[in-house]
């Protein structure tokens, strides 16, 4: 893929769905002329259409107990969440103008503690779903049974042992209010045969797997769980450079 | 320790809601009662210790008050970098509780062995660290750990004193020799080995469960020149922050407690509180060597 293309591919992409501020350019304010990672631009369609039409979260709300909670695991796909969160107003867009610098809240990897809205600290990979797992435990035991718990990984964040921890578990005792989205741009060095669905399906979780650049199909499998069994999506996107 | 423990987080699970035990197959026999009372609330990961701490600082970020319990090494060692993220970085905390200390089961080999544990956990922030030296008390000290709001480290063993020492985790002077003694400050198990060794010397012995935050006020209040640290975990775990107490004063520390040294041998906790120099004649010898020329 050559970088026109990516550009260009985003652009449309990232187009805004409502009134709200198109993600594209603030996309762009993020980056600043630097290169970015394939990865950013895995997971926007993503992110978009989970904040957008998914997501019960609201800026001025980022405490309330019964809110969704999005878990962004493979925390270096962060350019495009905080545009994302920036469209949504959960904090002002120019934090993005500065991002990394010394005074600058948005770091490379996200922490829950500097931004509003963000749920979880992540950069290390294969911690967020078993945060995200605890998360899910946690709001059932108080009796929460409205908002549900979403957790983005990679496919080749599969790859640390972690995960399966928490897959086996969260499928094996039918942790219904989970739900995990795999982004699947084929980066697992050692790849997931018969695809990363099938890892999470063999222990009793329900499955789809889409095109991660198809919003409605994304938004169909994203609200697809069937309220007994935790839930993952496998949005599947253009394999990353090597 | 294990009983009281049981039996102390059973009645905490009953008493609040915002209670839950996070276990990893180990002692989850003897929480069968408990978990039946409290599903939600008691969760057996299995044997999956990473997630048992990640899961813990789930909890904690939806608002709940998690224990996570296990074997000493699996708790610290194996998890450890879900310590410093799912909970520090989170800005999550939670109350563990291990067992199996240094050597409590040394026939089980290096595997089963944690004398590293309370210096791991001393480099993360903050941190908690209650060292009992009788199941009498677990009780009190695991009550204050959960109803605070920061995280603790609970660390039980087989090892203990003949009577329990209350407090709040000040230190305690259990034989005062008077202004300018040397001090030993003795942690958890290690009390009673102490005083039996020095019964005789002019040595001041004061006693903690509480190694963090150590009492440096109280620390301050009695040494003199000489501080003698006895602690049932690796060998100097404690030594800087007594340097840092007194850095202001010329003084000699001597630091004893459970070598680095893999010893590959097997036998009881006994045989391993000897060869490590912490029964009463080791202790003895140790201490002799360092204030006799001071006594002299």
């Given at each position: 893929?050559?970088?026109?293309?990516?550009?260009?591919?985003?652009?449309?992409?990232?187009?805004?769905?409502d009134?709200?501020?198109?993600?594209?350019?603030?996309?762009?304010?993020?980056?600043?002329?630097r290169?970015?990672g394939?990865?950013v631009?895995?997971?926007?369609?993503?992110?978009?259409?989970?904040?957008?039409?998914?997501?019960?979260?609201?800026?001025?709300?980022?405490?309330?107990?019964?809110?969704?909670?999005?878990?962004?695991?493979?925390?270096?796909?962060?350019?495009?969440?905080?545009?994302?969160?920036?469209?949504?107003?959960?904090?002002?867009?120019?934090?993005?103008?500065?991002?990394?610098?010394?005074?600058?809240?948005?770091?490379?990897?996200?922490?829950r503690?500097?931004v509003?809205?963000?749920?979880?600290?992540?950069?290390?990979?294969?911690?967020?779903?078993?945060l995200?797992?605890?998360?899910?435990?946690?709001?059932?035991?108080?009796?929460?049974?409205?908002?549900?718990?979403?957790?983005?990984?990679?496919?080749?964040?599969?790859?640390?042992?972690s995960?399966?921890?928490?897959?086996?578990?969260?499928?094996?005792?039918?942790?219904?209010?989970?739900t995990?989205?795999?982004?699947?741009?084929?980066?697992?060095?050692?790849?997931?045969?018969?695809?990363?669905?099938?890892?999470?399906?063999?222990?009793?979780?329900?499955a789809?797997?889409?095109?991660?650049?198809?919003?409605?199909?994304?938004?169909?499998?994203?609200?697809?769980?069937?309220g007994?069994?935790?839930?993952v999506?496998?949005?599947?996107?253009e394999?990353?450079?090597? | 320790?294990?009983?009281?423990?049981?039996?102390?987080?059973?009645?905490?699970?009953?008493?609040?809601?915002?209670?839950?035990?996070?276990?990893?197959?180990?002692?989850?026999?003897?929480?069968?009662?408990?978990?039946?009372?409290h599903?939600?609330?008691?969760?057996?990961?299995?044997?999956r210790?990473?997630?048992?701490?990640?899961?813990?600082?789930?909890?904690?970020l939806?608002?709940?008050?998690?224990?996570?319990?296990?074997?000493?090494?699996?708790?610290?060692?194996?998890?450890?970098e879900?310590?410093?993220?799912?909970?520090?970085?989170?800005?999550?905390?939670?109350?563990?509780?291990?067992?199996?200390?240094?050597?409590?089961?040394?026939?089980?080999?290096?595997?089963?062995?944690?004398?590293?544990?309370?210096?791991?956990?001393?480099?993360?922030?903050?941190?908690?660290?209650?060292?009992?030296?009788?199941?009498?008390?677990?009780?009190?000290?695991l009550?204050?750990?959960?109803?605070?709001?920061?995280?603790?480290?609970?660390?039980?063993?087989?090892?203990?004193?003949d009577?329990?020492?209350?407090?709040?985790?000040?230190?305690?002077?259990?034989?005062?020799?008077?202004?300018?003694?040397?001090?030993?400050?003795a942690?958890?198990p290690?009390?009673?080995?102490?005083?039996?060794?020095?019964?005789?010397?002019p040595?001041?012995?004061?006693?903690?469960?509480?190694?963090?935050?150590?009492?440096?006020?109280?620390?301050?209040?009695?040494?003199?020149?000489?501080?003698?640290?006895?602690?049932?975990?690796?060998?100097?775990?404690?030594?800087?922050?007594?340097?840092?107490?007194?850095?202001?004063?010329?003084?000699?520390?001597?630091?004893?407690?459970?070598?680095?040294?893999?010893l590959?041998?097997?036998?009881?906790?006994?045989?391993?509180?000897?060869?490590?120099?912490l029964?009463?004649?080791?202790?003895?010898?140790?201490?002799?060597?360092?204030?006799?020329?001071?006594?002299?």
């Amino acid at each position: 893929m050559t970088a026109i293309t990516t550009t260009a591919t985003i652009v449309e992409a990232a187009a805004p769905l409502d009134g709200r501020q198109p993600v594209a350019p603030l996309l762009e304010r993020v980056r600043a002329s630097r290169e970015f990672g394939t990865n950013v631009y895995s997971t926007i369609d993503v992110l978009q259409v989970l904040y957008q039409r998914v997501l019960r979260v609201h800026p001025e709300a980022v405490d309330d107990p019964d809110r969704d909670r999005f878990l962004l695991s493979k925390g270096h796909a962060v350019a495009g969440y905080y545009a994302v969160l920036a469209a949504a107003e959960f904090f002002p867009a120019d934090w993005l103008d500065d991002q990394g610098g010394p005074a600058s809240r948005l770091g490379d990897h996200p922490d829950r503690m500097l931004v509003p809205g963000v749920e979880i600290g992540s950069g290390s990979l294969g911690h967020g779903l078993g945060l995200g797992v605890g998360s899910a435990l946690g709001l059932r035991a108080q009796g929460r049974l409205e908002p549900r718990v979403y957790v983005l990984l990679g496919d080749a964040e599969l790859d640390e042992g972690s995960n399966h921890e928490a897959i086996t578990y969260a499928g094996t005792t039918g942790l219904a209010n989970l739900t995990a989205i795999v982004i699947d741009n084929a980066s697992a060095t050692h790849g997931w045969p018969g695809g990363p669905a099938a890892r999470f399906v063999v222990d009793g979780w329900t499955a789809a797997t889409v095109d991660g650049r198809d919003h409605d199909a994304l938004h169909t499998a994203l609200t697809g769980h069937d309220g007994n069994r935790p839930h993952v999506v496998v949005a599947v996107v253009e394999p990353k450079e090597a | 320790m294990r009983d009281t423990f049981v039996d102390t987080t059973t009645a905490l699970l009953a008493d609040d809601p915002r209670t839950a035990l996070v276990l990893a197959d180990i002692s989850a026999a003897l929480f069968a009662p408990a978990a039946a009372r409290h599903p939600d609330r008691v969760l057996n990961v299995g044997i999956r210790e990473q997630l048992m701490v990640g899961v813990a600082g789930g909890l904690a970020l939806t608002g709940l008050r998690p224990i996570v319990h296990t074997y000493a090494p699996f708790l610290v060692e194996r998890a450890y970098e879900q310590l410093k993220l799912d909970l520090d970085h989170q800005d999550a905390s939670a109350v563990l509780v291990s067992v199996g200390a240094s050597y409590d089961r040394p026939e089980a080999g290096r595997t089963h062995l944690s004398p590293a544990d309370v210096s791991l956990i001393d480099t993360l922030h903050g941190w908690t660290v209650h060292v009992p030296g009788h199941p009498g008390e677990v009780a009190p000290l695991l009550r204050t750990a959960v109803a605070a709001e920061t995280s603790a480290y609970l660390r039980l063993s087989v090892l203990s004193n003949d009577r329990p020492l209350g407090g709040d985790g000040a230190l305690q002077v259990v034989r005062d020799a008077g202004p300018g003694a040397p001090l030993v400050v003795a942690v958890g198990p290690t009390l009673d080995a102490s005083t039996a060794a020095l019964a005789d010397l002019p040595v001041t012995v004061a006693y903690t469960n509480r190694p963090r935050p150590f009492d440096t006020a109280g620390l301050r209040d009695r040494a003199g020149t000489d501080v003698i640290l006895v602690e049932p975990y690796l060998a100097g775990t404690s030594s800087r922050v007594v340097s840092a107490a007194l850095a202001d004063r010329p003084h000699r520390l001597l630091a004893l407690g459970v070598g680095r040294e893999e010893l590959r041998r097997y036998g009881s906790a006994d045989d391993h509180t000897r060869w490590h120099g912490l029964d009463a004649s080791g202790l003895r010898r140790s201490v002799l060597d360092f204030v006799s020329p001071v006594l002299h």
